[in-house]
Each structure stands twice: as C-alpha cells, then as structure tokens.
C-alpha cells in the first residue's frame, strides 16, 4: 500500500468547513483512498472512500485530484464533536496484503468553539 | 443493525494468565481483522480471517498470539501467558467481502490491562 503523509494536526472554528489534506503520491492504479477518524479511545470509525471520482456522503466529501497524487477530505460544518484523529489510508493492489489496513500518525482535528 | 461487538470491553489479567478476547462481526460480514494500539501508538494490524480459514496473520507475534474464526461463533483473540507489554487495546473490525471497495467497520475494542 503507498505511503501516505497527513499533517501532524489542524485547527477549525466550529461551524466552519474543516479541509484535511493527504499526499499519497507513490499511489498506485488500482489503490482506493480511505479516510477514518477515532475519537478519543473508541475504534475507528469509518468516514469515506474513492478511486478516481470525487466522493460525498452524509458525513463528509472526498476530493481526490486528477493525477490521483493527493486528496482532500471535507467536513463542511465542523462540530465539536469532529474533534479527533483522522487517518487517511491507502489500500488495494491485490494479493493477501490487501486486506489490512496500514495506519500512519494522522491530523489531529481539533474543533473550537 | 448492530455493529462490530467485543467483549468484553475491559479485562484485567496477572502476568502469565490467558486472556480471551470476543469479536462479533456485523450481520452478513464474514470477513473479521484484529488490530492492536498501544499506548500512545497507532494502530497496527495483527490478522486477518475468513470463516474457518486464516488469511494473513503477517502481524502477528510469533509466540503466545492465536486467532480463530469458526463457522459458528464470534472470532477469538487468544493471548496466552501475558506479559506487561500485552497491555493495549485490541480492535476488531469487519467487512462484508474481501475487495479494496468494501470498509471495514471497528467495534470499540477491548482494553487489556495486565497487572
């Protein structure tokens, strides 16, 4: 699975739009880009994913560029309770590796009044 | 629909004892993974089964760790003889299928404390 870079933590204004960035530039074809978050000690939780096309759901909506070298993921009004880790991580490619789920540092979101 | 359930939620053992911990993956899941934090680590991939079958333990220690899936039950996480470094939270996450299109989904794991 290609390596992923996250920046180590990031501030937003509750109500406002919070955009995490993700550069996974050694990404290859056939790999999905997937985005979880755990808040305080529970698991994971399952956010978001995509291949090629920009992706949106009830919880967030994931922006992947053309050249598929980064993403963005997009909470449009952050709450105090997005406060968490978010992971964005790479999986595909095949063979008995793809099953598992490679976590890195992750953004730490913290949310303020 | 229930999600991913373990328990117990919290288990205290004493060094050298066996620790058994419960993954009940969600309805019409069977593929089941096991992960495991550290404090004030991420999390990292122990193993990966099917029903019956295991498919990648590449994360597992090589000693005193076992997993199982039988065709009827929840998986089982077995540590025998723990050790103070056993101390983590043990997570278990599901999916329906084993393509990359197809999330896991995490239950809210198992904390182990070793005294």
């Known amino acids: 699975d290609a390596k992923t870079t996250q920046p180590p933590s990031m501030d937003c204004a509750e109500g406002r739009a919070a955009n995490l960035p993700c550069n996974h530039s050694?990404?290859?074809?056939?790999?999905?880009v997937y985005w979880y978050r755990q808040i305080h000690s529970q698991g994971p939780q399952y956010i978001i994913h995509g291949l090629k096309n920009n992706e949106t759901n009830e919880m967030a909506s994931l922006i992947i560029t053309e050249d598929r070298k980064s993403s963005t993921l997009i909470l449009p009004h952050a709450t105090l309770r997005d406060t968490a880790v978010y992971y964005c991580i790479t999986r595909g490619a095949g063979g008995t590796s793809y099953g598992k789920l490679t976590f890195g540092q992750g953004t730490i979101l913290t949310v303020h009044p | 629909n229930a999600g991913v359930m373990q328990n117990p939620r919290h288990l205290v053992r004493r060094r050298g004892q066996e620790a058994r911990l419960r993954c009940s993956p969600m309805k019409g899941h069977s593929h089941v993974y096991w992960y495991r934090q550290l404090p004030e680590e991420g999390l990292k991939f122990m193993v990966y089964?099917?029903?019956?079958?295991?498919?990648?333990e590449s994360g597992m220690p090589k000693e005193r760790f076992s997993a199982e899936f039988p065709k009827e039950g929840p998986s089982i996480l077995r540590i025998q003889q723990v050790v103070r470094g056993d101390s983590a939270a043990y997570f278990c996450?599901?999916?329906?299928?084993?393509?990359?299109?197809?999330?896991?989904?995490f239950g809210d794991g198992t904390r182990l404390s070793i005294l």
């Open positions: 089964l099917q029903k019956e079958n295991i498919i990648d």
């Open positions: 050694t990404i290859s074809g056939n790999e999905y």
């Open positions: 996450a599901s999916s329906p299928g084993q393509g990359d299109n197809q999330p896991q989904h």
